[in-house]
């Protein structure tokens, strides 16, 4: 009996310290990075696949393969206590067409009002599942979510996390949601990181070129291939210019890659072809890409094998590659969120 009673107040004493730890633990210590599970995140492709086969083995816009992965990512960040919103929108692709889509935004409150936001697309081509295209971004996502809440500890900066629909019919969903944005809204924006297709076996690494480094590298590429001065500036005029703060941000990004041994590439000439494209000129943004550019037998060049194909399903996803953009994608929060 008295074994049993100092058993208790043993244990009660240790709930006592720990709760304390907790509250008092400086939020420099905490990392984000260290507390998401790879494992877990892999769940999320694993649930996406599934969806994929028993949809027809795709989740473009507005498919039931689309809405089953909406309700899937909303499922998931309401088991964290979450309270995610979905929000309809309507836009004309480049053929005119009207696309009906739904992108799906959630917030994980800060000490203050400004925002550091996260997104990836959780749409699919129709010509297959999208699992390295871009399940993988938002398998992710919601991990980083999980590791957050996980913490139990408020972020300095509040935590925005979008998951944009008919992105693969043109950037649709980011861009409706930057044009209903009123401009105080937009300039709560701090950040914007993206991720897109990063479960490429050995690939190249793009990260958005947030200081324009790469121009004059592509202007000497040009020259040597005989491209006259007034085409190479008819190209590269079109090119919108980068806000200022994507620099800094840049920075973060290639230390993190440079510290895991992982080649990258400064890129500008991709930045319009996901959804960075809405946030580029608007706030600091970064992002990245991981391409493995594979040319078929008939030609036909493919960003990366699989690419909006058929194929592109769990199988086609490389852990090591997935593992490293979780990695890059927490340690974004450590330095962006909690400081
Ligand atoms: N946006 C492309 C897609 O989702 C991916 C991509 C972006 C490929 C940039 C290459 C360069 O299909
Ligand atoms: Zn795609
Ligand atoms: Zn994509």
């Not at 914007?192 to 297709?197: A, F, P």
Request: net charge negative; proline share 5%.
């Amino acid at each position: 009996m008295r074994k049993t009673t100092t058993m208790i107040a043993f244990a009660i004493a240790l709930i006592l310290i720990s709760c304390k730890n907790n509250n008092t633990l400086p939020s420099q210590s905490i990392s984000i990075e260290k507390t998401a599970n790879k494992e877990s995140a892999w769940k999320h492709l694993e649930a996406i696949q599934q969806i994929a086969d028993k949809n027809q083995n795709h989740r473009s816009v507005g498919s039931p393969g689309g809405v089953a992965t909406a309700d899937y990512i909303v499922e998931q960040l309401q088991l964290l206590e979450l309270k995610p919103e979905k929000i309809p929108f309507e836009a004309q692709n480049a053929k005119k067409n009207t696309i009906k889509g739904q992108n799906i935004i959630v917030e994980i409150p800060g000490k203050s009002s400004e925002i550091v936001m996260f997104g990836a697309h959780y749409d699919s081509v129709e010509m297959g599942p999208g699992i390295n295209d871009n399940a993988t971004g938002v398998a992710i996502l919601l991990e980083m979510a999980l590791a957050v809440k996980k913490t139990n500890i408020q972020p300095d900066k509040t935590i925005r996390i979008a998951f944009w629909d008919a992105e693969e019919f043109g950037v649709l969903g980011s861009a409706a949601y930057i044009k209903n944005l009123s401009e105080p809204e937009k300039r709560k924006i701090s950040s914007y990181i993206n991720v897109d297709m990063v479960g490429t076996k050995e690939p190249e690494t793009l990260v958005l070129d947030g200081d324009e480094s790469s121009i004059p590298p592509m202007k000497e590429n040009f020259k040597k291939a005989g491209v006259s001065e007034k085409e190479i500036e008819m190209m590269l005029g079109g090119i919108p210019k980068p806000h200022q703060g994507s620099a800094e941000l840049e920075k973060i990004v290639e230390q993190y890659l440079k510290s895991k041994k992982v080649t990258y590439k400064d890129d500008l000439m991709t930045s319009l072809s996901t959804d960075t494209a809405p946030f580029y000129q608007l706030s600091p943004t970064t992002g990245i890409v991981m391409i493995h550019t594979i040319e078929e037998a008939d030609g036909v060049l493919l960003f990366a094998p699989c690419y909006h194909q058929e194929c592109d399903n769990i199988n086609n996803v490389d852990k090591k590659s997935f593992n490293i953009a979780l990695g890059l994608v927490t340690h974004m929060v450590d330095k962006l969120a909690f400081k």
